[in-house]
């Protein structure tokens, strides 16, 4: 089985680093102020071009309205807007009102039989857009003035960024470090003098004909003979060592096919924590079939491009990825490149937005094994009882690399049925079961277990 | 002190001066042992350099390494659709309606799929007509995934491309237009409107078509009295639920008489209701499962049957007519008094292969005005036409035929004649075949196309007047298969799939407004205004229809005229000399185009209890006439003698024997479907061909038989043939003490001692009982009136449960691994309750009543003795005597009512199996999944794929047993409590339960007090199998009831 190394061992990489990195902070911290120097001046440029529109609010607009369909610089269902005014003005001879009547209304536009229109309908697979008519012109302008200035690229910043924080762990880490060093060299002296003290001690003893007990001792039974021949000594220790073997035996056998903490390197890096944590994707929005089916299902690849079609590259937290992403190689440029990985999977043409049909299914690892002679079913613990996805799986949201959270074994299973109640409340099924139940064992809330959930034939058939 | 005892091994040891005392010194092994076989290459063995130490360190090395490497768990892949079909979901179940339509089954069913796999066969309950599926119809799944199918069409056994294929046959077809030569069709009966269509379409454009079909196994008799009479070529219907009184002359009609289907009508009128029943005698020669079902059987000779059959026609007309059939005389009075009683109610049914019984039994029906018989919307299951075939081969062997196309059909397995055929196919300039499988026939023709598997073809059928059902693709072609239909299409330029052509043909002439999406749904489509004559279909209709009428005016003067020479001829039957051979289709094989199923292979006749094998079944009488023997071996094994069977000139030899009680003096029977070995597995390889002697498509042969040497080894499952007098393992009455005693003294609770007093045995109890008044109570009905042996809810575990195939040689020595067998029992006298009379009289060891002898002759059925079927399956007893033994734990009880097996916690004591008083848990003796030993299903992917991802396979050296489904009633459970709701009753269903089309078995929740089987549970007729071993199973049965009132 292939494992991911552990995790901590990188970090206890990162701290030894972190020092290195300190050499170099001083160049760095002078790179953020000529970065954000160079964005200042963009942004003024930006607004100097259009003097209608604000880029800022734009920008926003932009993000509400725009973005599932365009992006500034490459075609997705709808065409590159970037500088959209002018190229529309210069190749097409388009003015401003044009483009109002267009966004506001361009299913009527097509109707019409606006030229433009229908060729650009024709062009993009008679994808119609949709009308916005809530939008003003001064909405408008301020989009227009957005996709012909964008603003700069936040990667440096967020660089800088890492650094900083970077740059203050650090210190904290070198002053613990400091105190480690005084408090072993104290300790170095304390040794050195008490064998200075013995020695000496020793030398007057010497010196006063003081004669040690040494002889006497040697007269005696070595210690070890005199334990091999206390056979009932002997007989102890022996016990206590094959009970002692005995016990650890047990233990390593009994992890054997427990497979906790498996994180096999996938095929494509899926990062759970991105998806289900900072984008706070819906479990089963993905793994739908968890819901109706024994399997929680993998996700085929259709679901994955309901989003990814328009999703086609990873811009990252706000903040940027952290110091440890960094350190892992984490950064937006990889997670592009997974993207790219499920574009050639699927058979995805990005420069013309169209399937290709050369596909090619994704051979995920599995991680959570469970053997054929056990039967689960996630509908049972999803649907009838509720359950969250986390108790069993852990803290998913958290995962950069998926992991096997729990044990899986039996006693996992058992522990859990004997503890959680059945959930009753509005399932018919349950109401005359329940109320005959509940008064034979005298309890308000049955367990699983009370249910007959820990029967052999529950799960093995 | 010294011995002065010499030991010595032979006589020649004791003389110093032998020679072989001194080789036997020099040389301990006689024979010289074979060192440089077994060594190999001698001088590759002298350059190596490898010596014996070496060879242990390397033995060493490799096993550490190899014990090291296993310490890693294997990694899984896990692969998701690109893009997941909607209908899909990895883990749910899909269910679509289709339609088998082979040529002999035909029947509508629900194919249950998992991730687009087909993997079960249930009944389409919606479906009036057809919807039982028998055991072969269950095993069909099987069929679709046999690793010896076709993978692509053929040219002369090469490997050819559809187009070169195409290309070629059109071409021929075309330059047959007017050459004067034939095209002829040799096809299967189709009973499909699309397919009819389609033929004629195709003889109008290429003028000289002949379309013959063939059925393997003929009902030309029958199909050709029904045209004499009704114009129509067809079968009769029969509703036997409507029947008081049911006279059978030889035909099987709970097998496969007329296509099969009446077992589920016949068991409603068996089951007691307000005191009344059906009554049913039988006529006939074999043992057959319906003479087995029959309140009276009367075993004659086929001839017999003749005479019997026109003394009745002639008691009831009040004429009479010569002939003598013995004791059955009296027999045929009684029923004579009883049909006179109430003549509507009567039905009588004949499957002897003749023209005139066949008429004269249609003339009796009408005669009694039976609201059974149904000729006014007949089956047309059976099409074949004999004559036809006849000719055709005749006109082949004339070189007429330039084309010979073939669908469905094995003729050079199934024919008589089949070096004729042979002869007849080289004169022929084009031939083509469409199988499945590589055979007889695809031998001797130049093309091969492969045929596409019903589960992977479009179609539909007309199975019944109005009743027409759809056959829908389950699974995308897996090989590179083509349907015939389709290939007619693509040869005749038609540029439309078969698809859309029956969708048009049910649009224009069925569906009548009705919509094509439900019709696909349902599978079924039944025309609601019953005048609507469907067969409008057809393009000469208008001209049938005129010579309908002008037959009609006639007919009724010159039938009765023609009924009466049928009558005499009938009369005036003689058997030709010699024994009469009855051949028949075995419940398990049919025609035997599934011979290549394991399932089936494996599948234990009901009757004679034998898998793996056809013989020929003789009675006792004649068997010690000729001396022939059925003996057990000392390893459990049941041998028989061989014997050569000579008709007309023709013989096979090497036919093992079965002395078969019951079988009528003077008659044998063998069944077809066996014997086949082109393209087949060596295991499956089996039995002798019994269609070699079905000259002129006549199932009755007069036959010489000879005794062969030697003895055959059969795999048979059940050894001891009768009850011995132990009335309380089936308990039977008469419908007369059923109605008028107390069930007290019929339904008889055994008593046991308890302080010295007799108390019944179910008020004794070692156990505290647990109370299961709480939640689901699982319990199973099996009524002993309904069952008729049938053997689909056999084949139904098989496929829900993933029970292996074990082989003839394990079958043979008791290993055989079905949940669920159906035993089958015979009277040592004349009736059970006879034994049970015999056995209570036992009085003393020895003398004229004493056990000693009595047991003994208690063994012995009867020459013609009663016979009962009694379906085991696991009893799931409350107080189970396997759950106490089991050192491990493994078999534990479920509050449900399940005895439940833990698979992994198994260790392989066999306790539990040797504790069972029902004798129903099956020990995993080898490894039957991936081992070449058992080269069945489970050993190619391909065949794994009709495995229930539900269920676990098990492996080598566990206990295994039924589970009462285990898996289904936790799935109705889970989707009511997804759905929040309660449980119906008819939710609940076991593979054997919604297998059984008697309604035999019926499971549900006894807890439920509206469910049908707690009603039966509180029946009179309730008993439990043993019940004074005190087990308290959830397995009940109802006790039989016959009707003998002979008036």
Redesign the interface.
Known sequence: ??KVPYRNRISKVLGVSLIIFLLFSLSLYSQEETVAENAEVVAEDGAANASAGDPAKGKSLFNQNCAACHALNRKMTGPALANVESRLAEEEGLDKEWLYAWIKNSPGMIKSGDAYSVKIYNEYNQAAMTAFPTLSNQDIDDILAYTAAPPPEAAPVAAAAATDTAGSTGSSGISNEILLGALAVIFGLLVLMLFLVNSTLRRIAEANGVVLEKEKAEKRTPIWKAFAQNQFLVLVTVIFLLLGSAYFAYGWMMQV?V?QGYA?IQPIHYSHKIHAGDNKIECKYCHS?AR????S???????CMNCHKSIYEYKGNPEGPSKEDLADGYTNEFYTGEIKKLYK???WDEENQRYTGE????????IH?L?????F?H??HV??AGIECQTCHGPVEEMEIMYQYSPLTMGWCIECHRETNVKVE????????HA??SK?YGVDQLTAAQM?GL????C?? | MASNKKYWKSEAELNPNDSIVEALKQNEFVEEIPVDDFLGDKENLSATTTNRRDFLKYVGFSTAAASLAACQGPVRKSIPYVVQPETIVPGVANYYATTIANGFDFASILIKTREGRPIKVENNTDAKVGGNANARVQASVLSLYDSTRLQGPLANGEPVEWDALNAGVRAKLGSLKGSGKKIALLTQTYASPSTSRLLEEFKEMYGDVDHVAYDAISEDAALTAFENRYGERALADYDFSKADLIVSFGADFLADWQGGGYDGGYAKGRIPKNGKMSRHIQFEANMSLTGANADKRVPLTPMLQKVALAKLYAKLNGTSVGGEIGDAEQALDAVVAQIKKNTGNAVVVTGIDDVNAQSVVLAINEMLGSKAFDSKSPKYSRQGNTKSVNELIANMNAGKVGALIMDGVNPMYTLPNAADFAGGIEKVDLSVVFSTNWNETTEVTQYTAAANHFLESWGDTQVKKGHYSLMQPTIQELFDTKQFQASLLEWMGRDISYYDYIRETWGTFVLNGADWNKALHDGIFVVSNEVADPENTMGQQDKEAEDDTMMEESASGSSMESIASAVRSLANATSGGGMELVLYPKIGMGDGQQANNPWLQEFPDPITRVSWDNYITVSKADAEQIGLVNEHVANGGLDGSYVKLTVNGVSIDRVPVIVQPGQAKGSVGLSFGYGRKVGMKSEMQTGVNAYALYQNFNSVQSVTIEKSPGMHEFACVQLHKTLMGRGDIIKETTLEIFNTKDHAEWNYVPVVSLNHQEVPATTVDLWDSFDRSIGHHFNMSIDLNACTGCGACVIACHAENNVPVVGKREVRLSRDMHWLRIDRYYSSEDTFEEDNTKKEEFDGLSGEKGSLGGFGELEDPAANPQVAFQPVMCQHCNHAPCETVCPVAATSHGRQGQNQMAYNRCVGTRYCANNCPYKVRRFNWFLYNNNDEFDYYMNNDLGKMVLNPDVNVRSRGVIEKCSLCIQKTQKTILDAKREGRTIQDGEFQTACSSACSTGAIVFGDVNDEDSEVAALAKSDRMYHLLEHVGTKPNVFYHVKVRNTNEA
Not at chain 1, 371 to 375: Q, S
């Open positions: 089985m292939k096919g497979d096999p079939s109706v089916s024994k399997h299902g993998i996700p085929s690849l259709n679901v999977a699927v058979g596909s090619q299914p994704v051979e995920w690892v599995r094994n053997p054929d002679f056990a039967y079913n509908s049972q649907s009838v509005g399932n018919e099924y349950y109401a005359k079961i005959e139940l034979k007959g029967e052999c034939g529950k093995h058939y």
